[in-house]
C-alpha cells in the first residue's frame, strides 16, 4: 500500500512537472534568480576592458581587438546594444544577462521539442540555478554568448541527424561561426562538433534508416556548410594567426593542477564558493552522473546523446590541456564556461529520464534538493558580495578629492583601470616607463588615459596629484623619493566584488 502511495504521488509530481506553465514558472524564477545579483556598477579589470573598447567606432574596435587574444563579434554586439539603450554599465551587464536568460529558454524551445518535456525542465534548472549562472550572467564578457551560440549549433547539428533539412544546415553554420568569432574555445568546439558530425556522417547506418536522404546528399550538404564556415571565418583568419603569436610570446595564464586541470573539471559548479565547498559539491555531481550512467547501461538505455556530449565537453578539455603542456598555457576555468550546454544536457537526461528504479528516483531527488541548495547559497553570496556598501568608495574617493587641474596617476594598470573606467572626464595618467614608448597595448583606454613614458614626467609639475597604488605603496614610496611631497590624507578600500583591494594617497607637489 505504501509503495502505491508513494508510485501515485511520483505520477502527480511528474504530472506537473511535464505541464508546460511549470516549464515557463520555473524559467521565470529562474531568470529573477540570475539578475539579483547584477544591479551594481562596481566593475573589475575584463569587465574595465570591455567598457572601454566599446566606447570606441567599429573600426577602431575591430582594430584595437585584433591586439587582444580574442575574437570581436561579442564586442561588436555590444557596441550596437549600447548605441541603441545607451551606454551604461546597466546595460551591458544586461546583455550578458540577456544570454543566460535564452540559455534557460532553450530548454523550453528546443530541448523540450527534442527530447521530451521533463529533459527540457530539468536543462532549464541545471543552466538558470547551477553556481556558475548567477556568477557569470552578469559579467560584461563574452562568456554566456558564446556557450549560448556553441549550444544552439550543437542543437542543430543533432537535428540535423534527425532530419537534414535546409534550415538546419544554415542555422548550424549561423550559430558556429557565431560561436567562432566569439571566443576561441568557441572556434574550437566548432571544430569537434563539425568533426563529430562528418564522421557520423560516414560511419552511421543508425543515421539512413528512417530517411530518403543518402550519405551522398549528406556529405554534399556537409561540405557546403563547411565551405560556408571557412570563407565565414576567412576575414578573421589573420588575426587569429597574429594573436596566436601574441599568445606564444607572452600570455598571463600558468600552468598548474589546481588551475589548470581540477578547476576546469569544476567550472559549472563553482560560483562564489570556497575551493574546499566546490570539490566536494564537484565530486558529488560526478559521482551521480558516473552512478546514473552504469544504471543507464545496464537497463539498456539509449546513451548516444550523452556520449556525444560528454565527447565534445572533454575533447575540448584534453585537447587544451595537452596544448598547455607541450606548447603553452592556454587553459583556464572560465573558458571551458563555452560547452557548458554539452555538459548539462547529460545531467539533465540523467535527472529526468534515467531513473527507473526507487533507488535511483530518490538519489535524483536529493541531487536536485543539493543543487537548489548550492545554488541558492551561492547566490546569497553572489548577492551579499556585489552589493556590500564597501563597493565602489575608492571611485566616491576619487570623486570627493578631484578638482580641475588635478591629476591622477597609477602604475598598477589593473588598480588604476578599474577606477578610471568609471571617470572618463579625469586627468588620468598610466605611469609606464617603457624604453620602447609602446603605448599600443593600452589603447582601449586611450582616450582619455595619457601613457607617460618619461621618468622625469613630474619635474615642471606643481599642483595635487592623487595616487592610485598598489598594496605595497610602491608608487608613492618612487615619487616620494625623488620629489617633495606633501600628504594630504591616504586611505585603502577593499572590495567585496572580486576581492579587490585599492590604496590612495593624495599629495601636494
Known sequence: MKKEKFEKILNKIEQIVEAKWFHIALIIIGIIFIMLGAFHTTVWFDEAYTIGLIRHDYADIIRIDSGDVHPVLYYLLLKTVTLIFGENILVCRLFSV???????????????????????????????????????????????????????????????????KVINWVLFAIFSLCAAHTHYYGLATMGIVNAMLFFYIIFSKKLYENQDKTKKSYLIRFGITAIVQIVGYIPWLYVFLKQIKLVNSYYWIEFSLGESILAPLATQFYGRLSYVFTGVFTLIMYAYLIYQLICAKKQKEKLGVVWACLLVHFILFISMVIISVLIKPIIYFRYMLVTTGFFILPYAICLAKFNKTKHQKIISTIIILIILGVGIYNNVEVVINNYNSIN????KYIEDNYEDGDIIVYQDYFKGIDIGIHL?????????????????????????????????????????????????????????????????KRDTFKNTYKDRTYNIVVVEK
Not at 565602489?392 to 571611485?395: A, D, P, R
Not at 608608487?475 to 606633501?486: D, P, S, V
Open 424 to 488: 572618463p572626464e579625469y586627468n588620468w595618467y598610466y605611469y609606464h616607463i617603457d624604453p620602447n614608448h609602446d603605448a599600443s597595448g593600452f589603447e582601449t583606454f586611450c582616450p582619455p588615459l595619457k601613457v607617460t613614458f618619461d621618468e622625469d614626467f613630474f619635474d615642471d609639475y606643481t599642483g595635487k596629484i592623487i595616487i592610485v597604488d598598489n598594496e605595497g605603496w610602491d608608487l608613492y614610496k618612487e615619487l616620494e623619493g625623488k620629489y617633495e611631497l606633501k600628504e594630504i
Open 98 to 164: 540577456l544570454a543566460g536568460v535564452l540559455m534557460g529558454i532553450i530548454g523550453y524551445t528546443h530541448i523540450r521539442k527534442d527530447f521530451g518535456a521533463k529533459i527540457g525542465v530539468a536543462f532549464s534548472f541545471l543552466t538558470l540555478f547551477l553556481p556558475f549562472m548567477p556568477l557569470y550572467a552578469i559579467e560584461i564578457r563574452m562568456y554566456t554568448w558564446v556557450m549560448l551560440f556553441a549550444t544552439l549549433a550543437g542543437i542543430y547539428a543533432y537535428r540535423i541527424c534527425k532530419n537534414s
Open 392 to 395: 565602489g568608495q575608492e571611485v
